[in-house]
């Protein structure tokens, strides 16, 4: 395998330039992802976070390589450790899929397959990448399920994935994404679909990896809260673009976009937002694909929206160090969440 | 499992309960049964005696009951043409029937399999548009006209295959490969319709993100998931087989249960008709508890059934 | 509204050749109904299409080749052990294999959805014992079942039709059962029933809508099968009685001189099949068009 020259470490571990990804649908191109850049640093956890339909899941799916048919990337590179990896024939790409780079889904319900036991799939990765000796992988595979805080490891490897807890399967497909110690970890929605307390749990195993192996974390939520409590940089996504991104704090502190201001207030409110419904502080949702407007993608939305806002696309412009925002009218000063409703939004635009 | 086993036998036995039910009214309501179980040239006499004898006076209830019986003991009658119980004629020519229904689902198989896979996996692509008119024409192919075509063209003109008769596996391909036919359109759909739907669920792209080749994703991850449901079809098919045995047999004279049913038919020996019926549907319904069986090892979901609570 | 700006893939491909060229293909799809109705003409007007009477014999023409001459006659497809017209009797045989499936799927429509549906409808005893009876038919080999109905019925065109029904009506009692059940699960089906809507009106208004395109799916997918068997119970005699031309008895007298007069079987063997793949196939289509999803 050749990964190339040794890298700096300070080099970033990922980096996505100008991506775009068109989708198929009913014979049409539609652009899904727009001109993405992103980068993470090692040890990172990188936060990706919007509504369901801006195109999250998609780029992570672009970064695996594991788009679908009718998607296709059409513009851009993305490299891993300096290597591109967006234009890898599948062979190629296999290489590094579960062992440099792994992924964990939303539903680990489905995620598993029914009719393996859950020690065989976890061994798998090191079977796939031919990683140590049989008796190796076994006693891995133990260390494994130990790491992920599954207890009474022999018996549960034996086990098939019907006969374990949501959380527990999640804590599989974990085990199964740092078999091979990969450097980066993609993680979509991994706690959505499971209740709050195994939701705090599995938060804080992602924490704990990192911390221990140093792994690069991608983490894709729709859910502020979330966002606030593991990562370190945010990237807002809206209609298939980046609108923001910062350090968390400053993100929390000082929102720039009107979008990233409403999804703050979703959680500061008294409300909390379900899956796939509207925001009570944003009116309307994101547009579908084929439907987004030409100017600012989110201007139909925007209380602050101007003429400027609707006829030119605003490109992403940095407004203080490592804080950079996609609008032509940012909001100056930090969203109090005492502040009511959404008119504040409407207050502080200029 | 105890529990998921008793569970089907009882099943299977109501089913057999209902074969003899269905069978029974179906006789008797069609028609006068003592006019089917008489040969053609009884006297009104005769016919009277039989009907006191076999108790068709009596009233319809009773006479459910008593046939009910009779068939727990296995008595459906006696042949008129060779004066046997019509059972053990059935059980002599059944074993035939069943080389050439194996060779028909060997046959079958070794097509279905590949072909339903490779359309499903090559969707789209000048493959599945090359396979698909082979499934559609192996389901429209009756089995009569291509069983007369297949001699036509094997024995009569290239004297490759025997036209006629059993012995060796010579013998067994043509009718094999008429009896097939149908089967292997129908399980190569089936097999592709689930293969379709496995390679988009979630736990294959889990495998994908794994880093499994293309291959191990199929054999490994898809093939076991996309083939249970296939399982049920290859339990329903056996009617099919059954049922086109009648023909197959026929063309090619194949000493098994389909010939006798045709030979009966003809010779108006209803008791062997109503015989035959009655063991294939014992055999169809049997066939489909082996497969719910089968399940139960292979699906481990079905295994732990009893054991959740 | 496209978007204006970023269209990094170049410019936009030239639809209209393409959709031109795709909708012909659209239309070629169809081709199921040209041969569907050549068959409905036949079936409808054969004497317009025999060159000869089907059942007039020439003893002196008996199993000469396509394209035999005699008495100023000529037989383009043949003639059988009688001496009739090869031509001719396929021409006429449409006649029963359409009345026959058509008839046979109608009434097994017909009965099975009516049984279907009330016992979607009357969920305490009549619908089980019903949906029992349909299990019970389903779990007999129909072909063998049909085979001793008839027998016990005797042949003729009326109780092959009859026996064709009692052997598939638990196919649509099935599927009609699981359509109503899911029909009356339906919000404004079960205000309807809250607010006192007659039964029948509940049915007629809300639970018919929903079960007779799956109705017609199933149809659509039955036809083929009863031609098939229709020709097969005449195949081994249990079918149209003679001199009744019908493509399953011309099969079976083209069996027993498959060796020295292949025109016999093979031609009213192919024109069964066409008209089998043409009922499969527009069979698919109407699937396609009334359950895009696979559901039935």
């Known amino acids: 395998m050749t990964l190339g020259t040794v890298r700096p470490t300070t080099a970033p571990l990922l980096e996505m330039d100008d991506l775009s990804v068109c989708v198929e649908i009913k014979g049409q191109q539609e652009l899904a992802l727009s001109r993405v850049s992103l980068s993470i640093n090692r040890g990172e956890i990188v936060g990706i976070v919007g509504e369901s339909g801006c195109g999250k899941t998609m780029m992570a799916l672009s970064i695996m390589g594991l788009l679908g048919e009718n998607s296709k990337i059409v513009r851009g590179s993305i490299r891993l450790e300096g290597e591109e990896i967006s234009s890898l024939a599948p062979r190629g790409l296999r290489r590094y899929r579960g062992r440099r780079m792994s992924m964990i889904f939303q539903e680990p319900m489905v995620a598993l397959n029914p009719l393996m036991r859950v020690g065989r799939q976890v061994k798998e990765v090191l079977t796939i990448h031919r990683i140590g000796s049989r008796s190796d992988r076994r006693r891995r595979v133990a260390e494994l399920f130990n790491q992920v805080g599954l207890s009474g490891s022999v018996i549960r490897a034996r086990q098939y994935p019907h006969e374990l807890s949501g959380g527990m399967r999640q804590r599989v497909m974990i085990a199964m994404a740092l078999a091979a110690e990969p450097a980066l970890l993609i993680a979509d929605e991994p706690t959505t679909a499971l209740d709050a307390t195994v939701q705090a749990q599995i938060l804080d195993l992602l924490l704990e990896i990192r911390d221990r192996l140093g792994t690069s974390v991608l983490f894709v939520t729709h859910d502020m809260g979330v966002i606030a409590e593991v990562a370190d940089r945010v990237v807002v996504m809206y209609a298939g673009q980046v609108v923001e991104v910062a350090p968390v704090n400053a993100l929390f502190a000082r929102p720039m976009h009107p979008y990233t201001g409403g999804l703050l207030q979703s959680i500061t409110g008294p409300l909390s937002v379900a899956k796939g419904q509207d925001l009570p502080t944003i009116p309307g949702r994101v547009p579908s694909l084929g439907d987004i407007p030409s100017g600012c993608p989110f201007a139909p939305r925007c209380l602050a929206a101007q003429d400027r806002c609707i006829e030119e696309r605003p490109e992403l412009g940095e407004v203080e160090p490592e804080h950079t925002v996609a609008c032509w009218f940012p909001l100056a000063a930090p969203v109090k969440s005492e502040a009511g409703g959404s008119s504040s939004i409407k207050s502080d635009a200029p | ?309 | 509204m496209t978007i204006a700006i970023n269209q990094p893939w170049g410019p936009e491909v030239p639809l209209s050749r393409a959709k031109r060229a795709g909708k012909l293909r659209k239309l070629l799809r169809w081709w199921p109904l040209a041969i569907l109705g050549i068959a409905a003409f036949a079936a409808a007007f054969p004497y317009l299409l025999a060159p000869l009477n089907p059942d007039l014999t020439h003893l002196n023409a008996r199993l000469q080749g396509p394209g035999f001459r005699a008495d100023g006659l000529k037989f383009l497809l043949g003639t059988d052990d009688l001496g009739r017209d090869v031509l001719s009797r396929v021409i006429w045989g449409v006649r029963v294999s359409v009345v026959v499936a058509t008839t046979a799927v109608f009434a097994a429509g017909v009965f099975g959805g009516a049984m279907g549906i009330i016992a979607g409808v009357r969920k305490r005893i009549l619908g089980p014992v019903i949906m029992r009876i349909a299990d019970m038919v389903l779990s007999i080999p129909f072909f063998l079942l049909a085979i001793l109905v008839v027998a016990a019925l005797g042949p003729n065109l009326r109780n092959l039709v009859i026996v064709l029904a009692l052997v598939r009506w638990p196919r649509y009692a099935r599927v009609a059962y699981a359509q109503t059940l899911e029909a009356s699960e339906r919000e404004f089906v079960r205000a309807a029933v809250a607010l006192g809507a007659r039964q029948l009106r509940v049915v007629r208004r809300h639970i018919l809508p929903e079960v007779l395109p799956a109705l017609v799916v199933i149809a659509t997918l039955e036809v083929g099968l009863m031609v098939i068997y229709e020709a097969a119970l005449s195949f081994i005699g249990l079918g149209v009685q003679p001199p009744t031309p019908s493509w399953g008895s011309m099969l079976s007298t083209g069996q027993q001189f498959v060796a020295s007069a292949w025109w016999i079987a093979t031609f009213p063997g192919l024109a069964l099949f066409l008209l089998v793949v043409a009922v499969n196939r527009l069979g698919d289509l109407i699937r396609d068009l009334l359950d895009p999803k696979g559901r039935i």
Do not use: C
């Open chain 2, 1 to 309: 499992m105890v529990r998921f086993i008793l569970n089907r036998l009882a099943q299977a036995a109501l089913s057999l309960f209902g074969v003899l039910t269905v069978v029974f009214f179906a006789v008797h309501i069609a028609g006068d049964p003592v006019r089917l179980l008489v040969p053609q040239n009884s006297s009104a006499a005769d016919i009277a005696r039989l009907s006191r004898q076999l108790g068709l006076d009596r009233p319809l209830v009773d006479q459910y009951w008593t046939f009910l019986v009779h068939a727990a003991h296995g008595n459906f009658g006696y042949s008129f043409v060779l004066d046997q119980p019509a059972l053990g004629i059935v059980l002599t020519r059944f074993p035939n029937t069943v080389e050439l229904a194996a060779g028909a689902l060997v046959f079958a198989l070794s097509l279905a399999i590949p072909i339903g896979i490779l359309s499903a996996v090559f969707r789209g692509k000048w493959i599945e548009r090359a396979l698909m008119p082979v499934i559609l024409i192996g389901q429209s192919m009756p089995v009569f006209w291509s069983g007369i075509l297949l001699i036509l063209i094997f024995a009569v003109h290239w004297h490759v295959f025997p036209s006629s008769g059993q012995g060796g596996l010579r013998a067994l391909i043509l009718p094999s490969v008429t009896l097939g036919s149908l089967s292997l359109a129908t399980i190569a759909r089936m097999i592709r319709g689930s293969f379709l739907e496995h390679l988009n669920r979630e736990y294959v792209r889990t495998a994908k993100a794994k880093g499994a080749s293309a291959s191990r994703v199929l054999l490994r991850h898809v093939f076991r998931n996309a083939f249970l449901p296939v399982l049920t079809v290859l339990g329903m098919e056996t009617a099919n087989l059954l049922g086109g045995a009648v023909i197959a047999e026929e063309i090619f004279a194949w000493p098994g249960i389909g010939q006798l049913t045709v030979q009966a038919v003809q010779s108006l020996d209803f008791p062997v008709v109503e015989a035959v019926v009655l063991f294939a549907a014992t055999i169809y319904i049997l066939a489909n508890l082996a497969v719910d069986l089968l399940y139960g090892v292979v699906d481990p979901r079905l295994r732990h059934e009893g054991n959740q609570q």
